[in-house]
């Protein structure tokens, strides 16, 4: 009842009280795909229970109070010292805690620990994505501190020990430990040569002292960050902890917090460095190569990031749809709608199914499925981070005018979901980054055609994407303007790929006509209505 004036009536129910994880078909699919049968029943246990968790009412209200007391910098105590602390509000830890504890950060040493964190990661998302940033700081740094065994010795245990420890103290008196990374500088963006910070040696071996800023610092309460410095032999990866071995704090001046568009529950802050104490990383001079592997893992988490957003998104319309009634029966039963729907659904399982496609090949490890993921990851970056914006903006329509306001949780998801395309090097970086592994390395094109080519004969509009995408890169002429459109077409074909192996006949039918067939417009919702729609939606609907 709403007082004496009218009866509540024809209002969705919340989506709450239901397992993220066993609901969406197209993650449970991947799991089964891509885990081994001895590991299934455990990494199955795990991820429905951390489903349940993530779609319980209490988690969501604990990401809308995150977001609604967002992350404040306190420089200086009553006494006037500086203590340069970010103050987040009781139900950030809290959320922290519970993904650390999920193996958010753990991948690394666990039975499929790829594909299992992937779909952790992409379930996770749909809680808040604010606190992603710190745990996929932490999981990436690992494959970078293991070029220095020293230092993997000593951080490692505590990286992945899936135990969360908010105190600041020396990290051999922590039992777990956060990661976080600063490269970029005002001048430079992601053009990080242009670094000028600098990083004079010290007399012991391997320690330096730091002098410059970074523009852009991931979660500046972490326990230690890898940096970017220019020492004497060039631009250098160095290790600068939070708190010293003595218990000191470390000169780590931060300077202010972004005011940002989205992910408003987790800090980004601008932090400078003054005699700042620093470990080397890997080689002087070889800061990129050694950093390279972290920014890797961290542009496959931007995919994941995407892909659960997108998820979410979907859930939310296709459940308000099938609620809501309109002009004599239900929203998901009007062809329109249902078309709206079907295209948004399937955009959703492609993402999801290239994204743990690549954690797959990640925890296989080998020579061909590493030169895979050379093309395929900044494809992947490139493509699906782009398509979640769109995506979650038409799904909000769904919803009307609910899905404009606060309540609704479409907001948060609008404003969070163009972070990932700008996160790890923006479009124009990722596109790049592909152009020069197809011209220098021949092994990743190879894998990659070899990836797509188990799918040849499966779908003849597939076959003729193939087709042309190898005529278009046979034409170097002006190559490099085309990046953007090789990219998406190189992510588009090898989403077919997966789809028409592995999905469900009418998923792969409407995405091959539409993404690759060209039957569709410039918006969601123009799918050919020859297509089986309905059961589209039936398979993206998150609760019966």
């Not at 699919?29 to 590991?39: F, I, K, L, M, S």
């Not at 601008?270 to 990129?288: K, S």
């Not at 988490?301 to 749809?321: E, F, I, T």
Request: glycine share 8%; proline share 5%; charged share 25%.
């Amino acid at each position: 009842m709403a007082g004496s004036t009218h009866t509540v009536t024809n209002q969705p129910p919340p989506l709450t009280g239901y397992d993220v994880f066993t609901a969406d078909k197209a993650l449970t699919a991947a799991v089964e795909r891509h885990v081994e049968p001895g590991a299934l029943d455990d990494v199955r246990g795990e991820l429905e229970a951390l489903g349940r968790a993530s779609g319980s009412a209490q988690l969501q209200e604990w990401a809308v109070q995150a977001n609604d007391n967002p992350p404040r910098l306190r420089t200086h105590d009553r006494y006037g010292h500086r203590v340069d602390e970010v103050e987040f509000h009781p139900a950030w830890h809290r959320l922290l805690g519970k993904g650390v504890a999920a193996g958010l950060t753990a991948a690394w040493n666990r039975p499929a620990g790829h594909v299992r964190r992937a779909a952790a990661f992409l379930v996770w998302t749909q809680v808040d994505a604010g606190n992603l940033c710190p745990l996929s700081m932490t999981h990436a740094a690992v494959p970078a501190l293991r070029q220095e065994p020293v230092l993997a010795a000593e951080w490692e245990p505590r990286l992945t020990s899936m135990i969360y420890d908010r105190e600041a103290r020396p990290a051999h008196r922590k039992a777990g430990a956060l990661f976080g990374m600063a490269m970029t500088e005002k001048q430079g963006g992601s053009d990080v040569r242009a670094n000028t910070t600098t990083a004079t040696p010290l007399a012991e071996e391997g320690r330096y002292e730091l002098t410059g800023h970074k523009w852009f610092c991931s979660a500046p309460m972490s326990d230690g960050f890898l940096v970017l410095a220019q020492a004497p032999e060039g631009l250098t990866c160095l290790l600068l902890p939070r708190v010293l071995e003595d218990g000191t704090r470390n000169t780590f001046r931060i300077q202010r917090l972004k005011d940002k568009l989205g992910n408003r529950s987790n800090a980004s802050a601008e932090v400078e460095f003054d005699g700042t104490w620093a470990r080397r990383v890997g080689e002087e001079g070889r800061g990129v190569r050694t950093i390279i592997e972290m920014v890797a893992a961290t542009r496959l988490d931007c995919v994941l990031g995407s892909a659960g957003l997108m998820r979410q998104a979907v859930a939310q319309a296709v459940h308000h749809c099938t609620h809501r009634a309109a002009f004599g029966g239900k929203l998901v039963d009007k062809p329109l709608m249902r078309n709206v729907l079907a295209d948004l659904a399937v955009e959703s399982e492609a993402a999801t199914t290239l994204a743990l496609r690549l954690a797959a090949a990640y925890d296989d490890g080998g020579e061909q499925e590493r030169a895979f993921l050379r093309i395929a990851v900044p494809a992947a970056k490139y493509w699906v981070t782009k398509r979640c914006a769109p995506l979650v903006v038409e799904a909000a329509e769904c919803l009307g005018g609910n899905g404009y306001v606060e309540d609704s949780g479409l907001p948060r998801l609008v404003r969070e979901s163009p972070l990932n395309s700008v996160w790890e090097g923006a479009g124009n970086v990722q596109a790049l980054d592909v152009l020069r592994a197809l011209q220098r390395e021949p092994a990743a094109f190879n894998a990659y055609l070899q990836e797509i080519g188990t799918s040849r004969g499966a779908d003849h509009r597939l076959d003729a994407a193939i087709k042309d995408l190898l005529t278009d890169l046979a034409d170097l002429d002006g190559i490099e303007s085309r990046a953007r459109r090789l990219t998406e077409r190189l992510a588009l074909v090898l989403q077919g790929s997966l789809l028409v192996r592995f999905a469900p006949s009418e998923v792969a039918d409407a995405f091959c006509a539409s993404r690759l067939g060209g039957d569709a417009g410039a918006t969601f919702g123009t799918l050919p209505s020859t297509l089986d729609l309905a059961s589209v939606v039936d398979r993206a609907r998150p609760v019966n």
